[in-house]
Every structure is written in structure tokens, then in C-alpha cells.
């Protein structure tokens, strides 16, 4: 469900000259991040719950934490790029496509793709040096840092120390920025005089603040459970877990197809076309 959604979102904005504005552009690149992180945590949640096979190599395991990782700060960033794409359509709306041209928006995403693989690149290093003598029984279907760090029988602190630094300055100053972004574009609707317009101007707002929600919700969640829920059932961390990477790339495309009406019309357009065809 999460390829095929995700995948008509994609055909719908590339045959669809209309959607070729950077608002779609963004959630392009979105689609794609959430295509790439669930190629990379789906291998091993297969293999354990359809074939029973929960075993995973060292060296594969790290490389599946760095790609998830990575995906999970792009999406982050392509989350930020997309509050001040709403800003600049809402605050500047004349100038809307001289600011925000393809080249800008490839700059964007270059840049975003580069911070991300910036701040993960340390993290299989930081795994690799310490020893693991005890148990190697990890608590997810996938590898995190923060799961297999807890398995080494060494100091992690300097793991932990990096771990809440990039947690900081990257998902914590990104949330502010989007924080801030929708302060000025409240600032800015309230400024419209007409109500209708002032209404229509937050309607283009609603998909972006449903994926930041469901980008953040089930971060924070997976983060208390972490924190203080060590009493609870492993069926609760195994679920968390597992929302906190499923639910964002299969409800993303969802959001945007109902509550985008360019992308809902075409999406329609082309089933209706195909069932006229049958």
C-alpha cells in the first residue's frame, strides 16, 4: 500500500503538467523519501514476521541504520522546505514562482539529501568501535543506533552524546523552523481581509500540518516509550516501533490525495478512465 500510494502520487504529478509547481515538486521528493525509507526497513521486518528468520549480519545491520537514519533526516528537512513553500505562496503569492524556480528547489533538495548523510555518516563508525559480549537481541525488526548501542557491554556515552547533538540541531531545530513558519503564515492569513480567502489560504496548509503531525507523533511516542515505558509489554515497543516507520510513508500519499483536489481529480480521472476502458 505504501509503494502504490506513494507511486500514484509520483505518475499523478509527472504526467500531470498542471502539478508542476513546487509546491508538487516537494511532495515529490517527499514520496520518494518515503519510498526509500520503507525499501529500507521493510527486508527485515519481512523476514521476521512472514519467514521467521530474525537474524541479520552485523555489516548489513549497520548499513540498514545508516539508510534509515538518513531517510528519516531528509524527510525532516523535506518537511521544512515544504512549511516555507506554504509561507512563500501565502506571504508572497505574486512572487510565488520567481522565488521558489526548479533550480532553487533542486538546490533544496540537494541540500537536504547532503545534511542528512553528513550527520548519519558517523553513526556506523560510532557502532562499529564498540564490543557486544552479552546479548544481541535487538528490540526492533529493524536496526536503529539507539537499539543496538544499548546491547554494547562498553561506555556509549560518546554514541548517546552525538546521538542527542544531531537530534538537537537537526528534528529539533527543524520542528522549531516549521514551528515559526506557521506563526508567520497565521500572522499573515489573519491579515487577509476577506474570510474565504483567509479560509482558502489554511486549506493549502492542512495536508503539510497532517504530515508533520505524522511525522512527529509517532517520534515522540517511540521516544517516551524508550524513556519511561520500560515496564510496559514488549507488544507495546514492538507496535510503536513499527508505527513510528509504517505509518508516515503509507499515510502521507492518503493525506495528499484527499486533501489536495488537483492530485484527488487526476487520480479519479485516471481510474474512471481505466474502468470506462474495461
Given at each position: 500500500?505504501?509503494l502504490l500510494g506513494n507511486?500514484?502520487?509520483?505518475a499523478?504529478?509527472?504526467?500531470d503538467?498542471?502539478?508542476?509547481?513546487?509546491m508538487?515538486?516537494?511532495?515529490?521528493i517527499?514520496a520518494?523519501t518515503?519510498?526509500?525509507l520503507?525499501?529500507?526497513?521493510?527486508p527485515s521486518m519481512?523476514?521476521?514476521?512472514w519467514?521467521?528468520?530474525p537474524?541479520?549480519?552485523?555489516?548489513?545491520c549497520?548499513t540498514q541504520?545508516?539508510?534509515?537514519?538518513?531517510f528519516?533526516e531528509?524527510e525532516s528537512?523535506v518537511l521544512?522546505?515544504?512549511?516555507?513553500d506554504?509561507?512563500?505562496a501565502i506571504?508572497?503569492p505574486?512572487h510565488?514562482a520567481?522565488?521558489?524556480t526548479?533550480?532553487?528547489i533542486?538546490?533544496i533538495g540537494i541540500?537536504?539529501?547532503?545534511?542528512a548523510?553528513?550527520v548519519?555518516?558517523?553513526?556506523p563508525?560510532l557502532?562499529k568501535?564498540l564490543p557486544?559480549?552479552h546479548?544481541n537481541?535487538?528490540?526492533?525488526s529493524?536496526?536503529?543506533?539507539?537499539?543496538?548501542?544499548r546491547?554494547?557491554?562498553?561506555s556509549?556515552?560518546?554514541?548517546s552524546?552525538?546521538?542527542?547533538?544531531v537530534?538537537?540541531?537537526?528534528?529539533?531545530f527543524?520542528?522549531l523552523?516549521?514551528?515559526f513558519?506557521?506563526?508567520?503564515?497565521?500572522?499573515?492569513v489573519l491579515g487577509?481581509?476577506?474570510?474565504?480567502?483567509r479560509?482558502k489560504?489554511?486549506?493549502?496548509?492542512?495536508?503539510h500540518?497532517?504530515?508533520?503531525?505524522l511525522?512527529?507523533v509517532p517520534l515522540?511516542?517511540v521516544?517516551?516509550?524508550?524513556r519511561?515505558?520500560?515496564?510496559l509489554?514488549?507488544?507495546?515497543?514492538t507496535f510503536m516501533?513499527?508505527t513510528y516507520l509504517?505509518?508516515?510513508?503509507?499515510l502521507?500519499p492518503?493525506?495528499?490525495s484527499?486533501?489536495t483536489?488537483?492530485?484527488?481529480?487526476r487520480i479519479?480521472?485516471?481510474?474512471q478512465r481505466?474502468k470506462n476502458?474495461?
Amino acid at each position: 500500500m505504501t509503494l502504490l500510494g506513494n507511486g500514484a502520487v509520483l505518475a499523478t504529478i509527472k504526467v500531470d503538467q498542471s502539478l508542476h509547481e513546487p509546491m508538487y515538486c516537494f511532495l515529490s521528493i517527499l514520496a520518494l523519501t518515503d519510498v526509500g525509507l520503507s525499501m529500507s526497513t521493510l527486508p527485515s521486518m519481512l523476514s521476521v514476521f512472514w519467514f521467521n528468520a530474525p537474524e541479520v549480519p552485523f555489516d548489513a545491520c549497520i548499513t540498514q541504520m545508516f539508510f534509515i537514519h538518513s531517510f528519516r533526516e531528509v524527510e525532516s528537512g523535506v518537511l521544512v522546505s515544504m512549511a516555507f513553500d506554504r509561507f512563500v505562496a501565502i506571504r508572497h503569492p505574486l512572487h510565488y514562482a520567481s522565488i521558489l524556480t526548479h533550480g532553487i528547489i533542486g538546490k533544496i533538495g540537494i541540500a537536504v539529501i547532503i545534511r542528512a548523510v553528513c550527520v548519519v555518516f558517523p553513526v556506523p563508525f560510532l557502532i562499529k568501535r564498540l564490543p557486544f559480549c552479552h546479548s544481541n537481541v535487538l528490540s526492533h525488526s529493524y536496526c536503529l543506533h539507539q537499539d543496538a548501542m544499548r546491547l554494547a557491554c562498553a561506555s556509549t556515552r560518546v554514541n548517546s552524546l552525538y546521538g542527542l547533538i544531531v537530534v538537537i540541531f537537526t528534528l529539533g531545530f527543524d520542528a522549531l523552523i516549521i514551528l515559526f513558519s506557521y506563526v508567520l503564515i497565521l500572522k499573515t492569513v489573519l491579515g487577509i481581509a476577506s474570510r474565504a480567502e483567509r479560509l482558502k489560504a489554511l486549506n493549502t496548509c492542512l495536508s503539510h500540518i497532517c504530515a508533520v503531525l505524522l511525522f512527529y507523533v509517532p517520534l515522540i511516542g517511540v521516544t517516551i516509550i524508550h524513556r519511561f515505558g520500560k515496564h510496559l509489554s514488549p507488544v507495546v515497543h514492538t507496535f510503536m516501533a513499527n508505527t513510528y516507520l509504517l505509518l508516515p510513508p503509507l499515510l502521507n500519499p492518503v493525506v495528499y490525495s484527499v486533501k489536495t483536489k488537483q492530485i484527488r481529480r487526476r487520480i479519479i480521472h485516471v481510474f474512471q478512465r481505466r474502468k470506462n476502458r474495461v
